[in-house]
Structures are given as C-alpha cells and as structure tokens.
C-alpha cells in the first residue's frame, strides 16, 4: 500500500502524522511525506523563501520521524505550488491508495482556506482519501462503516477487511434507508404503494448491512449493525451515530448509485468528511492495472 500524507507546520499535521504512524498498515506500505509552499504572487524576497523552504523541509522530516520509527519506508518530499493541486496531481503520479490530510481546528478566513484543501482533495483525488482529526481518540478504535449497499460501499467494506486493526478494534455498519420516492405523496402514490416502497427501502438497507457484515466476518472481523430509519439527512444520521457510539473512524465510499443520486450520495460522504468530529475516510474504489 502506498500513502501520501500532506503536511504543514501547524499541530494538526503533527497529530495526523501520529495517528497515521500507530495505526498497523498492510506490510509492505510505503509512505510519502510531502510539503507544499504556496507561492507568494506578485513580489519576491529571497530570505523569505529560503527560509519558507527550509521549515517545509524540516516539517516533512519531522512528520516523517514517526513513520520510520513505527518501521515504514519513507520518503519525503516538498513542493510549490496550489495545495489543492499540487496534492491531487501528486496522489495520480505516485499512484497512491491513499491521501492523508489533517483538519485544522482554526476559525473565520483560515478555516475556509484550510477547509477548501480538504474539500477539494476529497473531492478531486482519484484514490481513497482520510481527513485525520486529533479530537479524543477512543481506545480501543471505533470503526463505524457506513454503507448503502453500491459497489462504492462494498469497496469501503472491502478496504476495512483487507487490513490489520489495533487490538481490541470495535466495529459497527450502519444502512440509512433511502426513501424510493420522497418526492410524491398521495394521490400520486395510494397509501397502499407506499407502503410497499417503504418496505421494499427497508429490505435494501437491510442488505446492505449483511452484505458489509459478511464481508468484515469472512475477514475474521466482527460487527454490530444498526438500520436508521429517516428522521433526517444520511448525513445528520452518519454523524450522529458516530457521536453517539463514540467512534474514532468513520469509513465511507465515495459515491453511490449513478446519475443523480449518485451526486446526491457523493455530496454526502463529502459532508461526513468535513463536519465530522472524528476522523474520516473516503473509499474509492481501485482503478484496475492498465
């Protein structure tokens, strides 16, 4: 496996590269520490650069110190350019399976510069995506899966099974059922259809968490499970599940169904990956070998 983890001087970053660093990987994982120093347009002073050069570079060694301690091969790295660019276009050249960025905890302009990073990473990359956040970490790890039963959510199971956890690791699947038609209501629909639709909804949640449960068993891991019913958004439901049951991870895949629910269910695993108070990852699935 390979990972490619942006960094920058401020603590986020260094909680990030922590987390990362103690987590057990697939054996084998290689690690990329990388930098970028956005240019300063429309002036040029020499010391300023240098000096911009040299913390980028000293971020990146000290981020990397955790990685070669915890026994992975690391290289590092340091770039100019736009963040945002810079950190997508490198995730395609090195052909990495995932990008790591930590959430910053700033405010007003900085949290919506800093923000539109992750957002744009999340979004654009072409490779599973983790946003790492330093809140407190429950120990032993809470993993909740989210799915909806697409094949972008049987690749998160997937992922989640394919790899070593901590010891002691709990994990939860959890369906939101997804209304057939929330748009019509009687008369378009008799009482009696919609009933039918609803159970018809419920049945598709419902193999959505076998189909994941299946998956994590025959991985040696087991699950809880828990279907929630509509009281509000997929998103309201993902994140309040993850608060409520305290986990440290939430694993989504990236989009679901095609044409407009597809967007819809894309615009949901971005909404988790940005207003969560935990970490979160965004699972696409691998590209085949060319």
Request: glycine share 6%.
């Amino acid at each position: 496996m390979k990972i490619l983890i942006a960094v920058d001087s401020s603590g986020a970053s260094t909680a990030a590269a922590r987390q990362i660093a103690a987590r057990p990987w697939p054996a084998g994982t290689i690690v990329q520490v990388m930098n970028v120093i956005e240019p300063m347009y429309g002036w040029r002073i020499p010391d300023v650069e240098d000096a911009l050069q040299r913390s980028a570079e000293q971020t990146v060694q000290e981020a990397a110190g955790y990685f070669q301690q915890a026994g992975f091969e690391t290289t590092t790295t340091v770039h100019h350019g736009d963040p945002k660019t810079v950190i997508v276009d490198q995730a395609s050249e090195s052909d990495a399976d995932f990008v790591v960025i930590g959430s910053h905890s700033t405010s007003g302009v900085m949290q919506f510069v800093l923000g539109s990073v992750a957002r744009a990473v999340s979004r654009l990359s072409t490779c599973s995506v983790e946003i790492v956040r330093a809140g407190p970490n429950p120990q032993p790890l809470r993993v909740l899966l989210a799915t909806d039963g697409s094949e972008c959510s049987q690749a998160a199971a997937q992922s989640v099974a394919q790899r070593p956890w901590p010891p002691g690791a709990a994990f939860r699947i959890l369906s939101v059922v997804e209304p057939s038609a929330p748009l019509f209501r009687t008369p378009y629909f008799s009482p009696a259809v919609m009933e039918q639709l609803r159970g018809k909804d419920m049945e598709r949640a419902q193999q959505a968490v076998s189909s994941a449960e299946s998956v994590l068993f025959e991985a040696g891991l087991e699950a809880s499970t828990t279907i929630a019913v509509p009281a509000a958004t997929p998103k309201e439901l993902i994140l309040s599940e993850a608060a409520e049951w305290g986990a440290g991870l939430i694993v989504v895949g990236s989009h679901g169904r095609r044409g407009v629910s597809q967007l819809w269910l894309g615009s949901v695993s971005e909404a988790v990956a940005l207003h969560a108070n935990c970490s979160v990852e965004i699972i696409r699935r691998p590209h085949p070998p060319t």
